[in-house]
């Protein structure tokens, strides 16, 4: 089992920011990610660097195999810009 961990308190404040069925549903998802870290439809990125849809958000996160961590990103709805600087989301 893998332990979901914040990269920024941003991606709380976007969780915020949903309508309250879309937060039920997106944390389901994500803690659905401490079980299987790769599930189908989950689309990687970069390396260890994956997005999984739900809805019209996007929740871009970065797997540590050997801590045993999930590392979310970036919460964010679908847009032009969603994609940018993964890089520097996890530094």
Known sequence: ???IESASSRIK??????SS??????AEEV??????????????????VYRLRVG???VIYKVLEEERIILIGRLVRRSEGTYRDLRRLFE
């Open 21 to 26: 069925p879309e937060r039920v549903r997106i």
């Open 31 to 48: 803690q659905a990610l401490a079980d299987d870290p790769r599930p189908p439809g989950v689309v990687q990125l970069e390396q260890d």
């Open 56 to 58: 019209d958000y996007r």
């Open 13 to 18: 404040r976007e969780l915020r920011r949903t």
């Open 1 to 3: 089992m893998y332990q």
